[in-house]
């Protein structure tokens, strides 16, 4: 449900429009069955006559025997009770009936018959299950609205947290990256700062948002590829080709991050030379394919100086269950040379 019809919803139902629009319709429907018979008059006596007493029964059974009596489970009471009302409802509505025809028309009619008494009976009876259903109705409807609500509050709430864990996440091999510069009195530390304070301009900013132009994100990518260049120099050998229009498309911001980070990190940043990442981006009108491949280091130097794991990848999915729920393919393969992952978005 979208908010303008939810907040439209709500106003409707605050001031109790929906039931002035059904007890309208009501009255409108017998005065046309009245007025078949009689005068305007005597069908607009009549009409209101029905209505009021079924709307006294209605709202009766409604705000008093249904919440006293088939609430708490007794049925037989509650039973029993809408039967007396129902029968003692008929029977005023015969008598004011009859006031009506003798106020209007100066005739009596024959209500002391038991067809007269059945059909009053069968008439507010039938108005009692048509409200009893709209009651029912628009309860599961409140349910349904209350649980919506509840599970956009709780998906925006861990979106929140995932997004929480990727920027301190970042930031840390970033540093990681500075640090070791730094230990070497490199000349690069200080374009390494320059590039981070691109990327982290782009993450504080751009990063919070829900959704972000897609060749922004693009640019972020470059960046980080930019900034891991200045840190492993000529020794290892980085591709990113992008093949169609970026155009006005969206996308969640920092979902690519992930799967980069991880092949530096676990991959090529633990070969001495000869490591490669390469990345291909396919956009097309209604889908984007986004591909990474990696080296990956000799089990040797795999067993002195990697590890594996973290809570990357594990974020990744939950952020692409919670945005794009039947809307992706994901597939990560691992040859024993290499590292690939597939992705596949729809927009």
Do not use: C
């Not at 039973?79 to 106020?103: E, F, K, P, Q």
């Not at 897609?214 to 960046?223: A, F, M, V």
């Amino acid at each position: 449900m979208s908010l303008a019809n939810s907040e439209s919803y709500s106003r409707f139902t605050r001031y109790k429009l929906h039931h002035f629009a059904f007890w309208i319709s009501f009255f409108s429907f017998w005065y046309f069955f009245y007025n078949e018979k009689l005068s305007p008059g005597s069908a607009f006596a009549n009409a209101f006559v029905t209505v009021s007493v079924q709307g006294l029964v209605v709202y009766f059974n409604m705000y008093f025997l249904f919440n006293k009596l088939f609430k708490q489970k007794l049925y037989l009471s509650y039973v029993i009770s809408l039967i007396l009302s129902i029968s003692l409802a008929s029977l005023i509505w015969a008598l004011a009936l009859n006031s009506a025809s003798i106020m209007t028309n100066h005739v009596a009619l024959d209500i002391w018959t038991l067809q007269f008494f059945a059909g009053g009976f069968a008439s507010i009876s039938f108005t009692l299950g048509i409200t009893m259903s709209l009651k029912m109705v628009r309860q599961w409807y409140e349910r349904e609205r209350v649980t919506e609500n509840l599970e956009r509050i709780n998906m925006e709430t861990e979106l929140k947290y995932l997004k929480m864990q990727i920027n301190p996440h970042f930031l840390f091999n970033s540093l990681n990256s500075l640090y070791a510069l730094t230990l070497q009195k490199s000349d690069k530390a200080p374009e390494l700062v320059l590039k981070l304070s691109e990327i982290l301009r782009y993450v504080l900013y751009d990063g919070s948002e829900k959704w972000v132009a897609l060749d922004k994100e693009i640019n972020y990518l470059r960046s980080y590829l930019d900034l891991e260049k200045i840190r492993n120099g000529d020794r290892l050998k980085f591709i990113f080709n992008v093949n169609g229009n970026p155009g006005s498309k969206q996308i969640a911001p920092m979902l690519f991050l992930t799967f980069l980070e991880n092949s530096f990190k676990h991959g090529i940043s633990q070969k001495a030379d000869g490591g490669y990442v390469e990345i291909d981006m396919e956009i097309f009108d209604d889908h984007l394919n986004f591909s990474i491949r990696n080296s990956k280091p000799k089990e040797k130097e795999k067993r002195l100086n990697g590890k594996s794991g973290g809570i990357g990848l594990e974020n990744i999915k939950k952020r692409l269950a919670l945005l794009y729920p039947d809307k992706h393919t994901l597939h990560m393969t691992d040859d024993g040379e290499q590292y690939i992952v597939k992705l596949i978005l729809r927009f």
